[in-house]
């Protein structure tokens, strides 16, 4: 099966129905290289999160499609909304004028293999993306932020992880400062580094 059929199985397993009658399809992730992905967005920073209603017809086509939530780039929406158009959906039941499907879909910088070498230069890049994009909310609400910390503590010995789990939010914060000075480093060693600091009770 070719990847993109592939994604188009996967797409029609994950829809599920809504109270409002609306249609949800889980989240499509899209990485750089892929072709849902416009090229250069991610050297620059740029992924999030879109949301985009579907109508869809008799033949299980998309008849319209519209931004529900921005991703906050209109490259990425944009995107998004072309992706979207491009799947088969379940048709509307017969005799209805057409449905609705909320289709996720999530631009994502890293591959999950990939988060433990991330360097703090990439990661900067990032930050200052995020920063300038959401600046109600602080660097460790970051999703590349979050996922490293969650994989910090299976590295630590047993009597680390439950201060750490107590201050995995500090430790993080501590690490994203060091960043800003120390390029050549990962980001994950740093907060291993910090939470190696952390008294073992």
């Not at 416009?38 to 519209?66: D, F, H, I, M, W």
């Not at 047993?158 to 400062?177: H, T």
């Amino acid at each position: 099966m070719s990847t993109h059929a592939a994604l188009l199985a996967a797409f029609m397993l994950a829809a599920f129905q809504l109270p409002s009658g609306q249609m949800m399809i889980g989240d499509t992730l899209v990485y750089p290289g892929e072709a849902a992905y416009p090229a250069g967005l991610a050297a620059r920073g740029v992924q999030g999160r879109a949301v985009v209603r579907v109508s869809v017809n008799a033949e299980g086509k998309a008849a319209a499609t519209a931004i529900g939530t921005s991703s906050r780039s209109r490259e990425l929406d944009d995107a998004a909304l072309a992706l979207a158009r491009s799947y088969p959906y379940p048709p509307a039941k017969k005799g209805a004028a057409g449905s609705e499907t909320l289709v996720t879909i999530r631009f994502i910088k890293d591959r999950p293999s990939d988060l433990p070498k991330k360097t703090c230069a990439d990661f900067n890049i990032d930050k200052a993306w995020f920063s300038a994009t959401f600046p109600w909310k602080r660097p460790g609400d970051m999703e590349v932020v979050k996922a490293l910390q969650d994989r910090v503590i299976f590295t630590l010995p047993g009597p680390q992880q439950m201060p750490y789990a107590r201050n995995s939010s500090a430790v993080a914060a501590a690490a994203i400062d060091a960043c800003a000075t120390r390029p050549g480093d990962t980001l994950f060693a740093l907060m291993q580094q910090e939470a190696a600091k952390l008294p073992r009770k």
